[in-house]
């Protein structure tokens, strides 16, 4: 059983770029979720992906978009990056939107500069 | 809006010094609280989840406890190995907009040989 995967696991970008990140779902799972992490922080919902569709959204503007495939898996794209924006990125999967649990993969750590 | 609040931030201890880690959370409707490990630049890695107030589980030299208002995480006689962040998170579901994790900030445990 593979788990969570994402890539890459660091980027770094100049602010006003736009930025790809990637996430594999755990095997048998169907929903995708992105956290924000900052440094010292608990990570931040940003939004879930179940069935290939948004199915519920953090306090992130929409610049912060995603798409899921069918295969589940996941990317989240940022636009106009801001030096805010650096963080820990995280993808979790989970089975039915998530009621059951989240395995979480490693992060992408971008840093905006 | 949930809100989760960890307490202490940080914990120092020495090999063996047995000691709690506090959650403490406000929800409209417990649907599970978790807790997860988090080691330095890497995911959150799942621990426990509890759904009920009484509700009790164990895992090696962890336990986690749940009451209407809070959860602890006692670790007894803890290891150097054991030295990480200690996140908690309360799920937040509905039917329409999917499900979350709400995390707190995090305890930084480091236990010293």
């Known amino acids: 059983e593979t788990g969570v995967t994402q890539s890459p696991t660091h980027l770094i970008k100049t602010r006003g770029q736009q930025v790809t990140l990637r996430c594999s779902s755990q095997s048998g799972h169907n929903t995708v979720s992105w956290y924000q992490q900052a440094l010292g922080q608990g990570p931040q919902f940003i939004f879930q992906y179940y069935r290939e569709e948004e199915n519920g959204r953090g306090n992130f503007p929409p610049r912060f978009s995603g798409l899921q495939f069918p295969n589940y898996s996941s990317e989240l794209n940022v636009n106009a990056l801001e030096l805010d924006d650096s963080a820990l990125y995280l993808c979790?999967?989970?089975?039915?939107?998530?009621?059951?649990?989240?395995?979480f993969g490693s992060g992408t750590r971008l840093t905006v500069v | 809006e949930d809100q989760v609040t960890q307490s202490p931030e940080a914990l120092r201890l020495q090999e063996g010094e047995s000691s709690s880690l506090n959650c403490s959370y406000t929800?409209?409707?417990?649907?599970?609280l978790f807790w997860y490990r988090q080691d330095p630049g890497k995911g959150p890695e799942f621990l426990f989840t509890l759904y009920s107030a009484g509700e009790e589980k164990e895992k090696e030299r962890l336990k986690a406890t749940l009451t209407k208002k809070e959860s602890f995480l006692h670790i007894t006689a803890p290891k150097p190995e054991d030295s990480a962040t200690y996140l908690c998170a309360v799920l937040d579901s509905t039917e329409t907009s999917g499900s979350r994790l709400t995390f707190g900030e995090g305890t930084q445990l480091t236990v010293n040989p």
């Open positions: 979790a999967s989970s089975l039915s939107r998530g009621f059951y649990g989240y395995t």
């Open positions: 929800v409209s409707g417990l649907r599970g």
